[in-house]
């Protein structure tokens, strides 16, 4: 019990000092517009993404730890050499305590270098909730050192602080990145808050009233190319990569390949924190038509191992250029 209550204590100091993480996908190719904006028209023809991710499920009282909900949808349109997309996303943080809702406008840009290397550009600006759920927090004196934060009663121990007049928050986001690719590689950077809103309704203490700290994503991969897909056989293709992610004093490395033969494809990444392992994300997916599904299991190995029963993530990817003669000239069918 007391090393639950340590638990929900550290989650909660950490988003009360602001330096929150945003929600990122283990099967980041199925939210390719959440790791970069640059990302935004890899399809001529409607392209959509829904995801589901479960982390770390039961974690106390059957509760999951963190709830993201999220939908894309994206297209090039060739005669503008653009890319535009839209998407909703809905975090749910501590079964209610901290809600968070956004919905996102993006706009890439495509130029060509040389022959077969381009660059892409993309933005994202985003509108922003954020909900607390005041009557869920645990604060340090509802904490009996014999009973825990439930009285023998079975009633909660009452707490001092004072509840926030507003407990919601709407604030305006700005992203940007920039992809290089050819048909072998690809490599971006991504910024995301650029103007490092404030999602705080807090106002203690001005210093700590920083704004949320800005996102910092380089990422990096290649296609090697098995056999050529046709309008009844999907493509076959082995795709490493690599991602690097810093935000505030936080940060991840995810390194792995995924491989789609046919109709079946399968992944193997491993995820490590900087200070600490985090998890094996093993992944098995079928597609077919225009539409592909997968799910994915991150195997903890931190010291969370023994406490969280992992996370479940399912994505479901409709592209309506398959079955079609499109030749993309790119090394981007791990995100379409």
Not at 212 to 219: D, G, I, K, N
Not at 223 to 249: H, T, W
Not at 264 to 291: C, E, M, S
Request: proline share 4%; net charge negative; charged share 15%.
């Amino acid at each position: 019990m007391r090393s639950r209550v340590i638990l929900v204590i550290g989650m909660l100091l950490g988003w009360f000092a602001v330096e929150a993480q945003d929600p990122v996908f283990s099967q980041f190719y199925a939210a390719p517009l959440q790791i970069n904006p640059a990302f935004t028209g890899n399809t001529y023809s409607p392209h959509i993404s829904l995801n589901y991710r479960n982390q770390w499920p039961s974690w106390t009282s059957g509760t999951s730890a963190y709830v993201t909900y999220a939908a894309y949808y994206d297209q090039f349109v060739e005669s503008l050499n653009s890319g535009f997309g839209l998407s909703i996303l809905s975090d749910d943080a501590g079964g209610g305590l901290i809600t968070t809702n956004s919905l996102s406008g993006y706009f890439s840009y495509r130029v060509q270098v040389v022959d077969d290397f381009f660059l892409k550009i993309g933005v994202e600006a985003s509108a922003v909730q954020s909900r607390y759920g005041w009557d869920k927090f645990l604060f340090l004196d509802q904490i009996d050192e014999r009973f825990g934060p439930i009285s023998p009663g079975g009633t909660p121990y009452p707490t001092e602080e004072n509840q926030p007049d507003n407990l919601n928050n709407t604030y305006f986001d700005v992203s940007a990145g920039i992809l290089a690719y050819s048909n072998m590689f690809y490599g971006g950077l991504s910024l995301k808050h650029l103007n490092t809103p404030s999602e705080s309704v807090l106002d203690i203490n001005d210093n700590i009233n920083t704004g949320l700290p800005m996102r910092v994503t380089l990422h990096g991969g290649m296609e090697i190319k098995i056999r050529e897909g046709n309008k009844r056989r999907a493509a076959s293709f082995i795709s490493p990569n690599l991602m690097f992610i810093r935000q505030g004093d936080f940060g991840q490395v995810n390194g792995g390949a995924l491989a789609n033969i046919d109709a079946l494809f399968g992944g193997l990444w491993y995820r490590h924190a900087f200070t600490n392992p985090d998890a094996v994300i093993v992944l098995l997916g079928v597609q077919k038509d225009f539409f592909k599904i997968g799910y994915s299991y991150d195997i903890t190995v931190g010291s969370l191992s023994g406490q969280t029963n992992g996370s479940h993530e399912i994505s479901l990817t409709l592209n309506f250029d398959r079955g079609k003669r499109i030749d993309y000239n790119d090394c981007f069918q791990l995100f379409r």
